[in-house]
């Protein structure tokens, strides 16, 4: 069993930054792949970015890409999402998720794939 646990998020002017934290308990997690999505009221589930266990392989959303960075530190069993020149539409309850068995041979940008959800936190981009 993993539990993940994320922190980080709160309300920033248009062009601030935030740093997420996804902290899992399990001493397995850092053979996990991790995923971040985000859901704005009214939308759904949206893929953000990922990272293989090895921090190998990254993957992000092309409406993120060159403003977050998502890393793991596998000795504190945490995932983060560094998120920079953020805009009133990055506004969502963001939430991290593990997949147990990916080993490269499908995508991680799908919601399904995932084994363990954390509850999520809130990020506010006012304008």
């Known amino acids: 069993q993993v539990q993940l646990v994320e922190s980080g998020g709160g309300l920033v002017q248009a062009g601030g930054s935030l740093r997420l934290s996804c902290a899992a308990s399990?001493?397995?997690?850092?053979?996990?792949?991790v995923g971040w999505f985000r859901q704005a009221p009214g939308k759904e589930r949206e893929f953000i970015a990922a990272?293989?266990?090895?921090?190998?392989?990254?993957y992000y959303t092309d409406s993120v890409k060159g403003r977050f960075t998502i890393s793991r530190d596998n000795a504190k069993n945490t995932v983060y999402l560094q998120m920079n020149s953020l805009k009133p539409e990055d506004t969502a309850v963001y939430y991290c998720?593990?997949?147990?068995?990916?080993?490269?041979?499908?995508?991680?940008?799908?919601?399904?794939?995932?084994?363990?959800w954390g509850q999520g936190t809130q990020v506010t981009v006012s304008s």
């Open positions: 990272v293989s266990w090895s921090s190998v392989n990254t």
């Open positions: 998720a593990a997949d147990t068995t990916w080993g490269g041979s499908y995508s991680l940008s799908s919601s399904h794939v995932y084994d363990y």
């Open positions: 399990g001493r397995t997690f850092t053979r996990y792949a």
